[in-house]
């Protein structure tokens, strides 16, 4: 089964408080840096440690302050009663999340405001694995705010040549 979703989030003014300080900490060299605008090194560990919180914060059923990480376009879009009926809705057909690896940040630096980056990221879930991405905006304050996310969950007992194929319609990046 697939299942995506996408929000538009909301302006989060301490969001740089909330950052764990694992912030500062180097991200992994294995993930792939890639687009059209290169970023500082505290960029890349920015928007990693923004994405690990977020999702310890949905992990942890902590809707109301992972909301508070959404653009404003998005929670303009998404009113919270929908946002936590998507979220229960991902983990009712997935389960629980075990394992998430980043394996790419896409930078692009469009026009203002800016500049976005989308994590893309693999990942074991109780019913199969996941895939998906997250793409922030960096406000003008230098804090990331979500503005899409895209989930999907590959069933555990999919063929091997179905797996692949879905994959590659999901876009998954290995």
Excluded at 72 to 84: E, N
Aim: contains cysteine; aromatic residues 8%; proline residues 7%.
């Amino acid at each position: 089964m697939r299942f995506a979703l996408a929000l538009c989030l909301l302006p989060a003014a301490a969001l740089l408080a909330c950052l764990p300080p694992a912030a500062a900490q180097p991200i992994d060299p294995a993930i792939r840096i890639l687009g059209n605008w290169q970023p500082a090194a505290a960029d890349n560990q920015a928007v990693v440690a923004v994405t690990q919180r977020y999702f310890t914060l949905v992990d942890g059923g902590h809707y109301q302050e992972a909301y508070t990480l959404l653009d404003g376009s998005l929670t303009q879009m998404l009113p919270y009663a929908d946002y936590v009926a998507s979220a229960r809705h991902v983990l009712a057909d997935g389960g629980a999340a075990r394992l998430r690896a980043i394996t790419s940040i896409d930078w692009e630096k469009g026009t203002p405001p800016g500049p976005y980056a989308a994590l893309h990221y693999t990942g074991r879930a109780a019913s199969g694995q996941l895939c998906g991405e997250l793409a922030w905006r960096r406000d003008a304050n230098g804090a990331y705010l979500l503005v899409r996310e895209q989930i999907h969950i590959i069933p555990a007992d999919t063929p091997p040549k179905a797996t692949i194929a879905m994959k590659a319609e999901f876009g998954c990046l290995n």
